[in-house]
Structure formats: C-alpha cells, structure tokens
C-alpha cells in the first residue's frame, strides 16, 4: 500500500498521521482565491492518462466535510482535490484547519543529504529522489510473492539506500 504523503521539501508527514494531528483544531473558512498560488504549482508531479482518471476521480468525489490541513505558513498540506473542486464550483470560502509552529506534529521522515525513500507493496514500490527540494517519483513494477521477496528485490536494485516498508 502506497500512503498519502505531504512534503514541505525537507520533511515529510504521512497524511493520515496530520489528520489525527488536525481534529482538534478550530475549523474556520478562508477565501479560495486565498490559495491561487497553490492550485498553480506542480503537486502531483508528471502525470499518465491513469494517473489522470485517478485524480479527476478523486477532484469530483472531494469531500468538503473534511477542512483543507495547512502548515504554520499556509502552505496546503492535504486538500489540493478539494480546493480544485471548489473552484470548479466558484465556491467563495472552503473550510480548513491551521497548524502553528506549536502543534504540528513531527513529520514521518526527515531528508537529509542523498536520502531516498521507497515505499513498497509486494509488487511495487515508488522511488522518492530528493533533487533540488523537488521530490521525482518513479513507479517500478517487481514481482515477488511476499514482503521479504519484495524487499531483496528493491535492495538488489538499489544497493546501500534506505528503505522504508509500509504494510497494508
């Protein structure tokens, strides 16, 4: 299983630990146009046809039940589907929750020089390569049958890198 990931370009969080982070926080609704800059940045890196259903599937089904998660400066960690829904919609405000410099929770990984993620399923995992605080992904396919062939298979590949296993 591959985790929802947010990255300010040095650490990351797994979205899912910044959701249990959130719920207490005060739910308040912030002008959309607030956030123009945000929708023009490159967040979901280069996308394929199937990489492009699976986001147009995710923009139209965006629950606005759940706030948009934004970091100390405003930066969007979690919602950039919603967000695009609402201007879709020309919502004028959209509900988000803000962390400050006090209670955001410590990231899942911290980058250091030459750190490489990977993130891998049984039979496929992600690289993550830090280049210019830009995170490139690429999707390799390998089989193995279970975890520990999944895991000989990616270090065979990439010797002396650190690698991260998630389980379902």
């Not at 023009?40 to 259903?53: A, K, R, T």
């Not at 988000?96 to 891998?120: A, C, G, H, Q, T």
């Not at 390799?140 to 991260?164: C, G, L, S, T």
Request: with cysteine; aromatic share 14%.
């Amino acid at each position: 299983m591959i985790l929802h990931t947010y990255s300010d370009g040095k650490r990351e969080w797994i979205v899912e630990d910044l959701w249990e982070a959130a719920k207490d926080l005060e739910v308040f609704e912030a002008d959309t146009k607030s956030f123009i800059d945000q929708l023009e940045e490159s967040v979901w890196g280069e996308m394929n046809g199937l990489d492009l259903i699976a986001h147009l599937y995710k923009l139209t089904h965006a629950n606005f039940d759940y706030p948009i998660i934004l970091d100390p400066e405003g930066y969007i960690m979690d919602g950039m589907h919603r967000l695009s829904k609402a201007f879709l919609e020309r919502r004028e405000t959209i509900p988000v929750v803000m962390f400050d410099k006090d209670n955001l929770p410590d990231p899942s990984y911290i980058r250091e020089k030459d750190n490489f993620l990977f993130l891998i399923s049984d039979t496929s995992f992600v690289y993550h390569k830090w280049e210019n605080n830009v995170m490139n992904c690429q999707k390799y396919m390998i089989e193995a049958y279970n975890e520990e062939d999944a895991f000989k298979a990616v270090n065979k590949m990439f010797p002396d890198r650190y690698i991260q296993i998630l389980r379902d």
